[in-house]
């Protein structure tokens, strides 16, 4: 399979619009910016290669399909272009790049599939610009709230509509990208774990049972900005002294929640603005946003419940208004039984140590999930990192991946024997 | 002295460009915008009304004199128009109002001074908008390090130089308005105290001994970023984790310090840089800004020690590399004992309970006193409250700070008895 290889080698730089995997700020190609319309040029590019027939839907998404018979079902697989700020080249690449590798390595050994196969290159998954995530399989699925998105700012203050419409999008027609739920018969999605199970447990290939969706809090916390060199420390109602400890306490819970739980959880404050964040002047008020995850939708309530209850301590004992809001509260989504079971299979019978396992991170595959049986297939990545410039998946693992996907499509796709 | 007062309420509302001091965002008059620009025509006009011979500087400080004899030498006064974001109404414009009304104040009583009374405006007093304060005193007192200042942007990524270009400022010529050391006989600058000292104590006048400088610090913390959803508890580097406990341990220890030293120490924690401060990514690096003040120069260096030794036993304790670096550590600036036993009796001649008090903030008077004798006025303003839309000085306060400047103007341009 060393033709793969060479091509799995070759369209990871193309797909990523490089020469080298190896960049010290990584990669970033932010949703509806030109350099997400760059990447998808690319799998327009290799799709044609390969003689897939290639379009965009009303929402940007990016089409490739195999058709065999426009009146035959189709199977789908996919994954995004789209990246975080400096992130890596691998969390999204991996799922097309693979897929558009099945078909070639279909092609090249002669089979003729009786369903069509579509590789959907999914819009703007990652929320880094807009704080929304899987744009383009919400809109696919029907569960895009455009309304409530249209006035939402990037941090220049570009608001998603304007993004959308410069992207070349016509705003009013975004919401016809729903696909009607005969349009496909199933979906599946590779991607890389962003995780260390696999490799600490040595497993070449996971297969996903369940999606562990984010509850995700803003804490503000409002004191009294005033003068730092002219404010007594005893007179102060600083905001950013105020809320601190609950950056260690939400660390220190969610340490001891693992020790007492089999389902693990993961608790992060990972964003903060101060206002008005100057040298000269005492935080008036600070806004933290939290995420937190596990399968076990009742163990991520109950420590969100947790942060309420400290906050409340928090807002008496240092005598500042704290308001907490509840952005995101998602049920975990549960991977089609069936399609786990196939997966697994196909996996198996090439002869990969496989994994069922949990996804701690959400991917297109989960709105996928509500309207198609769908399955999701994870490959290892060095040290669980991603998100990061040094994210890293070898092309051994992206082969492996690829030979899992060309099973299934035997199995799914191919003339019954 | 009523005409003086309806003055006072008028002008301090033209200086602030506003028909109202009551605004809830405060005032936003940030340095080189048209913002301030606006309120130096204001200044202008007002000036003409006086018959004051007006100019702009090549630094962009406006300047109105009384010009009795070019031979004679020159008493001056005066403070900035420009503010923070959502800033207060009196921080800054209180001296140059005050100044103006003491020249009025004297033309109204007949009085022929004989020496000239120059009132100045200085451009971009505060460091909200590049981080670098008292821009237009440094310029006239040769303080001004331009070259280091040409690079550096503000949040919008404008160049100062840019924003002094647009100002109509000719870059070239800046350094040009440093003045030569008898341009000036002497300064005295009027401020609201921005404290709370004058209020407790009832006085109504405060003369000021020395002027705090601050010792700036930024701390770097630098972990792992990664993916809030994939990546274990126990396999985190959250930078945020690790540092966020320096945030209570600068509050907690100043007022530790306050509780056993007699002269008064401020440290606060006020700006923060997360990166990449997303919601589902750890955070890799925190930058955080801490800005300690007071008087006693060696007690706010081994505040600063404090916190270098903290720190290290975070970077131990955390595992996570963090750096110090010193941004600015100026000594305490005194002024100069004749301006103040000369300040302190025209407070006292007219009978205000007067106090010999500290400032904790920098003024355009600090880089006065550096090249000619200095004095520093303070009225009180309410509760402490300074860069706040709540700021407030009362007409009261302001008319009899302004008669402070009169007596001593009396005294020092007065014929000789």
């Keep these: 399979m060393s033709n793969l290889t060479k091509w799995l080698e070759d369209k990871l730089l193309a797909l990523n619009v490089t020469d080298t995997m190896a960049r010290p ?94 590789v959907i290159c999914f819009i703007a998954e990652e929320s880094a610009r807009f704080g929304v995530s899987t744009i383009g399989s919400k809109a696919i699925t029907g569960q895009l709230k455009l309304k409530e998105m249209e006035a939402i700012k990037d941090r220049n203050g570009i608001k998603m509509k304007q993004a959308m419409t410069d992207y070349g999008l016509d705003w009013e027609s975004i919401e016809a990208a729903v696909l009607s739920l005969d349009s496909l018969e199933s979906f599946i999605e590779l991607h890389i774990e962003q995780g260390m199970e696999l490799q600490e447990t040595g497993a070449e290939i996971g297969i996903v049972k369940g999606i562990a969706c984010p509850v995700r809090l803003v804490i503000t916390a409002k004191g009294m900005a005033n003068h730092t060199g002219t404010t007594r420390m005893h007179q102060r109602q600083d905001a950013f002294v105020a809320i601190a400890p609950l950056v260690n306490f939400v660390q220190e819970e969610a340490l001891k929640v693992n020790e007492k739980s089999e389902v693990p959880l993961v608790a992060t404050v990972s964003t903060i603005r101060l206002h008005p964040n100057a040298m000269n002047v005492i935080p008036g008020e600070v806004e933290l946003g939290i995420d937190i995850r596990s399968v076990d939708d009742r163990l991520k309530r109950d420590f969100a419940e947790n942060i309420r209850t400290f906050v409340s301590e928090l807002e ?25 079971a196939k997966l697994t299979q196909a996996s198996k019978t090439i002869g990969y140590e496989t994994l069922s396992m949990n996804s701690g991170a959400g991917h297109d595959v989960m709105n996928m999930a509500a309207n198609w049986p769908a399955g999701l297939i994870f490959i290892p990545c060095k040290d669980g990192l991603s998100h990061h410039p040094r994210e890293f998946a070898s ?13 299934f499509l035997q199995q799914e796709a191919g003339e019954p024997i």
């Excluded at 240092?318 to 069936?338: A, E, F, H, P, Y």
């Excluded at 992206?398 to 099973?407: I, Q």
């Design 316 to 340: 008496v004992k240092k005598q500042i208004r704290i308001g907490v809001k509840t952005l995101v509260d998602n049920d975990s989504v549960k991977m089609d039984n069936i399609m786990h």
């Design 25 to 118: 700020d990584g990669f970033t190609r932010l949703s509806f910016t030109k350099e997400e319309k760059a990447a998808h040029i690319q799998f327009e590019q290799i799709a044609a290669e390969l003689g897939l027939k290639t379009y965009q839907d009303q929402a940007g998404n990016c089409w490739a399909v195999w058709e065999v018979d426009p009146s035959a079902s189709t199977i789908a697989m996919g994954s995004h272009l789209d990246t975080v700020d400096c992130g890596g080249g691998y969390d999204g690449v991996a799922g097309v790049l693979t897929a558009l590798t099945a078909v070639k390595g279909l092609q090249d050994i002669g089979f003729h599939p009786i369903k069509n196969i579509a």
């Design 395 to 407: 092309i051994e693992s992206l082969e492996k991946g690829t030979k899992v996907m060309m099973t």
